[in-house]
């Protein structure tokens, strides 16, 4: 596995350097084992401009591994929840503003493997990072880690915005100093986000959007991005910054377990 960060830029922002056109227009039906459903369709598809950094395929999450079921670094979504995103897009691109998604559809062979990662208390390898303050024998009570996932429901999005143009961030390599991702900006591992006031995936408290310890240019941040996504017709889990599900998903019921492909 490379430990280079997948970080897909997109032409209409900055020089595509991770998503071949061809293989964006890849149809559902190819490959084995499940596939995606025709209700599905990469965000690259309908709005190149939003930028991916798909986490999950490379080690730099909480699980410190690549995540089972992520094959290509890309964005799946529902038609209708990829088209909220370009409606989103469209209203910060005027404020100069990108958004930059983290991770999309999660097959629900990536939630079990979250569940077992959390179940071997053994391995702590992230825990510097990612929940330094949060027992990982906890997880499960704290809500942190679920057997089931709304992402894998194809309509929900952890994401971020970053003000253009996009700087280029540095590869994570295992095995490297972690720092806490509450840290102030200077310190946590860089991402060309702007200053939410926690990293992505960040297992503490302040990362809950309105947390009241969250103040000043931080919290603009973060309302902004909520503004947008509100408007585009998205709803915000209360928990997470980040992560957002479309009002009226069209598989409100169903946990999906195709690859990433």
Excluded at 63 to 71: D, L, Q, S
Excluded at 156 to 163: A, C, E, G, M
Excluded at 211 to 217: K, N, S, Y
Aim: proline fraction near 10%; charge should be positive; charged fraction near 25%.
């Amino acid at each position: 596995m490379s430990s280079l960060r997948v970080l897909v830029l997109p032409s209409a922002v900055l020089a595509v350097v991770a998503s071949a056109p061809g293989a964006a227009a890849a149809a559902p039906g190819t490959g084995s084992g499940p596939q995606r459903p025709p209700g599905f369709v990469a965000l690259a598809e309908v709005d190149p401009t939003i930028l991916q950094e798909m986490r999950y395929i490379t080690p730099h999450n909480f699980t410190g591994h690549r995540v089972a079921g992520y094959e290509r670094p890309r964005c799946l979504l529902t038609r209708p929840a990829a088209e909220a995103l370009r409606r989103a897009q469209r209203a910060l691109l005027r404020e100069g503003y990108t958004l930059k998604v983290y991770d999309c559809y999660r097959p629900q062979r990536a939630v079990n493997d979250f569940v077992a990662w959390a179940k071997d208390l053994a391995d702590v390898r992230m825990k510097a990072e990612f929940y330094p303050r949060v027992e990982k024998s906890r997880l499960f009570e704290d809500g942190y880690i679920a057997a089931k996932s709304g992402h894998s429901r194809g309509s929900t999005v952890d994401l971020t915005i970053v003000r253009l143009p996009a700087r280029p961030t540095r590869p994570y390599v295992p095995g490297e100093p972690l720092v806490p991702c509450f840290a102030p900006r200077a310190e946590r591992f860089p991402d060309n986000s702007v200053d939410m006031g926690t990293g992505f995936d960040c297992f503490d408290t302040l990362s809950h959007t309105l947390d009241p310890r969250i103040t000043g240019r931080q919290r603009a941040n973060r309302l902004v991005l909520k503004s947008a996504m509100e408007r585009a017709g998205l709803v915000n889990l209360p928990e997470e910054w980040w992560h957002y599900t479309l009002r009226d998903e069209p598989y409100p019921a169903t946990y999906f377990d195709f690859p990433v492909r």
